[in-house]
C-alpha cells in the first residue's frame, strides 16, 4: 500500500542513502516525457523538502529543457536490493546554471567544492509529497560499483571539447525544446 508523508523523516533519508540509483522524470506541455537515470553519488538532500544533484554533460538535456517549459518533476528511488520498496519525491524543479553564485555556493556547502568532470548545471527539487510503496515488483539487483565511463570520457576531453559537444548536443531537447544550457553566457 502505497503511503504519503509532507517531507522526508529519518527513515526515508536512511533509505535514500541505501540506494545507488535514482530516476528523473519530466515533461514539457506537449512531446514526449523523459525518464533518466542517475548516480546517488550526485544526489544531496538539503532538508526536509528539498534536494540537488549535479547532472553531467550526456548525450542530451532533457530534463533542463522540460524545465524551462514546465517545472514539474518527479524522483524515484526504488530499492534493487534488502527490503523492497520504491519512493517518490514530487514537486517543482529548476535548473542552478554552472557557473551562477547560487551553483558555486552549492558546489562548495553540499559538494564539498568537488565538481566531477563534464558537469553540466545542477538540478534542484523542491517537493511537498513523499510517497512510498511496496517494491515487490522491483527484481533484485547486485551493486558492482559506479561506471568509470563518464569520468574516463568527460577527462579525455578539453574545457573547450566539452564545451563543444554541449553545444552541439545539449542545447536543444529531441522535441526541439531549447534547454537555455548558454543562454546568457
Not at 533509505?15 to 522524470?25: D, K, L, S
Not at 524515484?76 to 519512493?87: K, N, S, T, V
Not at 569520468?151 to 554541449?166: F, G, I, M, V
Amino acid at each position: 500500500m502505497a503511503k504519503q508523508f509532507p517531507e522526508l523523516d529519518d527513515a526515508h533519508r536512511s533509505y535514500i542513502a541505501r540506494q545507488h540509483i535514482f530516476f528523473t522524470a519530466t515533461a514539457a506541455p506537449t512531446g514526449r516525457v523523459n525518464v533518466s537515470p542517475r548516480s546517488t553519488t550526485a544526489l544531496k538532500l538539503l532538508g526536509p523538502n528539498a534536494l540537488v544533484y549535479l547532472d553531467r554533460t550526456g548525450s542530451s538535456n532533457e530534463t533542463a529543457a522540460h524545465l524551462k517549459l514546465s517545472d514539474r518533476m518527479t524522483i524515484m528511488f526504488c530499492a534493487m536490493d534488502g527490503p523492497p520498496q520504491i519512493m517518490r519525491l514530487y514537486g517543482k524543479g529548476r535548473i542552478i546554471r554552472r557557473g551562477s553564485t547560487e551553483y558555486d555556493a552549492l558546489l562548495e556547502s553540499a559538494f564539498a567544492g568537488e565538481e566531477p568532470g563534464g558537469a553540466r548545471q545542477m538540478v534542484h527539487l523542491d517537493f511537498d509529497l513523499v510517497q512510498t510503496s511496496c517494491g515487490y515488483g522491483v527484481p533484485l539487483h547486485g551493486y558492482e560499483g559506479e561506471r568509470p565511463s563518464l569520468d574516463n570520457w568527460a577527462a579525455n576531453k578539453s574545457a573547450e571539447e566539452l564545451e563543444a559537444y554541449q553545444r552541439q548536443k545539449n542545447q536543444v531537447s529531441i522535441d526541439g525544446f531549447p534547454t537555455g544550457l548558454f543562454e546568457d553566457a
